[in-house]
T-cell receptor, first 111, second 113 residues
Framework: AQSVTQLDSQVPVFEEAPVELRCNYS??????LFWYVQYPNQGLQLLLK??????LVKGINGFEAEFNKSQTSFHLRKPSVHISDTAEYFC?????????FGQGTRLTINP | NAGVTQTPKFQVLKTGQSMTLQCAQD?????MYWYRQDPGMGLRLIYY???????DKGEVPNGYNVSRLNKREFSLRLESAAPSQTSVYFC????????????FGSGTRLTVV
């Protein structure tokens, strides 16, 4: 079985500060890892994904994530956040078909 | 390009009423999914369809039924709505050959009173 734990339910940061959203996963098979963003009253949008190859993955809006197999982690980072990054972020793990999502991390940007 | 279209966007039901949530995708994806989103619980899979003609239960299927009408359409039915089914429902589709990422609809906000 696969599972995902997002270690922080809420992360407040100041504008232009760096941010890291933490995600740990559990899987007995090869994994594919994803980060999705949900802006208020919208559906989920794919930020980035790791399928294979380089462990550092770059996504949209300046986000990147690093796959760490030994620590079973896939943390999301951005060096300088914007007010527009205020949203909920979901980490997900999957195999050939279904994705399992974490509980979400609400990122709040303070001016 | 519409992507994944869900209808309706909002719905209020009385306990015991039935309704069907509609979902259609125009990306020629093989796989489609229904999730529910509740505060603090992330997204939980209700049912999925790996390909046209097949459906399988997910994590929380009780109280729901699905129909994969054709490759484009995947509907979710609540036969007798209960207050515990108050939630936001998302439909998604994916195509393994395109890297397994899901494309989500904009959601249906359902309230059962």
């Amino acid at each position: 079985a696969q599972s995902v734990t997002q270690l922080d339910s809420q992360v407040p940061v100041f504008e232009e500060a760096p941010v890291e959203l933490r995600c740990n996963y559990s899987s007995s098979v090869s994994v594919y890892l994803f980060w999705y963003v949900q802006y208020p009253n919208q559906g989920l949008q794919l930020l980035l994904k790791y399928l294979s190859g380089s462990t550092l993955v770059k996504g949209i809006n300046g986000f990147e994530a690093e796959f760490n197999k030994s620590q079973t982690s896939f943390h999301l980072r951005k060096p300088s956040v914007h007010i527009s990054d205020t949203a909920e972020y979901f980490c997900a793990v999957g195999g050939a078909q279904k994705l399992v999502f974490g509980q979400g991390t609400r990122l709040t940007i303070n001016p | 390009n519409a992507g994944v279209t869900q209808t309706p966007k909002f719905q209020v039901l009385k306990t015991g009423q039935s309704m069907t949530l509609q979902c259609a995708q125009d990306m020629n994806h093989n796989s489609m999914y229904w999730y529910r989103q509740d505060p603090g619980m992330g997204l939980r899979l209700i049912y999925y369809s790996a390909s046209e003609g097949t459906t399988d239960k997910g994590e929380v299927p009780n109280g729901y039924n699905v129909s994969r009408l054709n490759k484009r359409e995947f509907s979710l039915r609540l036969e007798s709505a209960a207050p515990s089914q108050t939630s936001v429902y998302f439909c998604a589709s994916s195509e393994a050959r395109k890297g397994y990422g899901y494309t989500f609809g904009s959601g249906t906000r359902l309230t059962v009173v």
